[in-house]
């Protein structure tokens, strides 16, 4: 079996890397240590005032087998990290063991102990998305939803029209202009496209449990509407 080299680097400018000993979530791997600490913040606010405590927890999650972005808003920031894959062979095990290995990493981070997230946001598929290796990017996202949906957590799956609308105004923003108005809203220059659209996905879900990170214009926040939110979330 040909081995494929695991790389973490979850960036966390607020706190210490996740502990060694974190606990971990479904998958039969051995984690690697967390990476080295880098940062991203944010201002809570609830309906337009200064928030009194920081809120609710919530992860943001762009899936892809190669480079998955995550976001995790706690404590008054929203850290972001990359769940990175190295080489892999064509077998079906060591396809399936990729699947495994970005699943048990997302759950790591979940089990830290910052406390249970009131809100999952995941970025829908792209049905007109052009790469390839559509048949494996399609399974792990059910896997993923999958062992949310097991262990009953809240799970908000987000278009991504509807989160490109959120962020820039517009739907068929590109990457370039998520990036830009990361910086523009929250000074953030974030140059990990994955990164930012989980940025993206915990805003969206903070400003669902109004918790916004920042006054958002009603006519980006009208893409609230077109996601699938769970019942408990609100």
Wanted: charged share 20%; glycine share 10%.
């Amino acid at each position: 079996m040909t081995g494929m080299e695991p790389m973490f680097d979850f960036t966390d400018r607020a706190s210490a890397a996740l502990p060694a000993d974190a606990q971990a979530g479904p998958a039969p791997t051995t984690p690697p240590p967390a990476g080295p600490a880098t940062p991203t913040a944010r201002t809570g606010t609830r309906e337009g005032k200064p928030a009194a405590d920081p809120g609710p927890r919530v992860i943001g999650l762009d899936l892809s087998l190669a480079a998955t972005g995550i976001a995790d808003a706690r404590d008054g920031q929203i850290h972001t990290g990359t769940i990175r894959t190295g080489t892999y062979g064509p077998g079906l095990d060591e396809r399936m063991r990729r699947i495994w290995y970005i699943t048990r990493e997302i759950w790591r981070i979940i089990d830290a102990p910052h406390g249970a997230p009131a809100l999952i946001v995941i970025e829908g598929p792209s049905y007109n998305s052009q790469g390839g290796q559509a048949h494996e990017r399609a399974g792990l996202w059910w896997h993923v939803v999958h062992t949310f949906l097991t262990d009953c957590q809240p799970v908000a799956v987000v278009p991504p029209a509807a989160l490109k609308k959120y962020a820039t105004g517009k739907g068929t923003a590109t990457k370039p202009d998520m990036r830009m108005a990361l910086f523009k809203r929250a000074g953030l220059d974030l140059r990990d496209d994955g990164q930012v659209d989980a940025w993206w996905l915990a805003a969206i879900g903070l400003d669902h449990l109004r918790w916004t990170p920042f006054p958002v214009p009603q006519t980006h926040r009208q893409a609230l509407d077109k996601v699938a939110w769970p019942k408990a979330s609100t």
